[in-house]
């Protein structure tokens, strides 16, 4: 996340994620569900503006590219009042903070929704951080991580920098070094995928798989094991409630990838490659085989 600041606004870059490894180890008694997850931020982002106001109200527009909005399920969609995890976050804050919620902001939302990229998570976390700074609040980091928590799982991955071993529903964070940079290609379907429908659709792991091999293959650059490696168990879930899971494994197949998967809880997939000339060269061969939205990307802050 980058953040850019003036005496009287702060215009913050945040990043899209991708899961490398997906582990679900159990249903907890909260409802929520106990992971163990890679995630690495990719270098696709939204853009946050924000400016503290003296009207008491919260404000906020957004300026969505074409491919951010897909069919399916309300999920989908991009909500603009006070559904949106932004304006959600910024009155989160100046609630805690006991201060009057008041300000302007606008959302240039370019990560595609309900793509299993965490868009939404990553708009929280940058409207925390945007907030904090534009009213002057100075929290620390560990402050915030509390608020980031509540607001959704993914969120607390978007305070820090870099990939991370994500455990608990998402929010005990382990920084994940030494992986180098890695490039990608991905691809958000037409069709996006709620979250909470493919957790309901997945049975947990018997026999959990590890993630120890794959941290170490990309550590070595054994690009074979790490390839094998990259797993996702929500994956067969996604598959089974929508076509396109198996459309897009078929056309990721075919383009010699290192490995690829789902991302998250779909709908987006994404193939790892061996460098910025493959990953540009795959996302012109996807470009024209009509899947959706394709990015050439690699692991960004
Ligand atoms: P995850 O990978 O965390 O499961 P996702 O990428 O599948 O998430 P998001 O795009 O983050 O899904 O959207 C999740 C839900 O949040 C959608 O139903 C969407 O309507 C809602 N939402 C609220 N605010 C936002 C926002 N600023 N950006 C995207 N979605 C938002």
């Known amino acids: ?56 109200d919260i404000e906020l527009t957004c300026e969505r590219f074409p491919s951010v909005e897909r069919s399916g399920e309300e999920a989908s969609r991009l909500p603009e009042g006070s559904d949106n995890l932004v304006v959600r976050a910024v009155r989160l804050l100046a609630e805690r903070a006991g201060i009057w919620a008041s300000a302007r902001m606008k959302l240039w939302k370019r990560i595609p929704v309900a793509a299993g990229m965490a868009g939404g998570s990553s708009d929280a976390a940058a409207a925390l951080v945007a907030a904090n700074a534009g009213w002057r ?16 799982s993914d969120v607390p991955f978007f305070l820090g920098r870099g990939p991370a071993v994500c455990r608990g529903r998402g929010e ?21 995928l709620s979250t909470a429908a493919v957790f309901r659709a997945c049975r947990p792991a018997e026999h959990p798989q590890p993630l120890a091999p794959l941290l170490e293959a990309l550590r070595t650059g054994d690009a074979a094991t790490a390839g094998e490696r990259l797993f996702n168990r929500l994956e067969p879930a996604a598959a089974e409630l929508t076509p396109w899971i198996e459309r897009l494994r078929r056309e990721f197949a075919d383009g010699e ?45």
């Not at 609040?137 to 959704?152: N, V, Y």
């Not at 005990?172 to 996006?192: C, N, Q, Y």
């Not at 490659?273 to 802050?301: D, E, F, I, K, M």
């Open 1 to 56: 996340m980058d953040v850019q600041r003036t005496p009287s606004t702060v215009l913050v870059r945040t990043p899209a994620k991708l899961n490398l490894f997906l582990e679900v180890l159990g249903k907890r008694t909260d409802g929520f569900h106990e992971l163990e997850t890679l995630m690495t931020p990719v270098n696709l982002y939204d853009l946050l503006w924000f400016a503290p106001a003296d009207t008491g």
């Open 137 to 152: 609040l100075d929290w620390s980091r560990e402050q915030l991580l509390p608020l980031a928590a509540e607001l959704g």
């Open 172 to 192: 005990r964070i382990e920084p994940a070094s030494g992986l180098g940079i890695l490039h990608f290609v991905v691809v958000a379907p037409p069709v996006g």
């Open 257 to 301: 990838f290192v490995g690829h998967r789902m991302s998250g809880s779909g709908s987006s997939y994404f193939g790892l490659c061996r460098n910025l000339g493959h990953a540009q060269r795959a996302a012109s061969r996807l470009r024209g085989r009509g899947v959706g939205q394709v990015y050439a990307v690699r692991t960004a802050c």
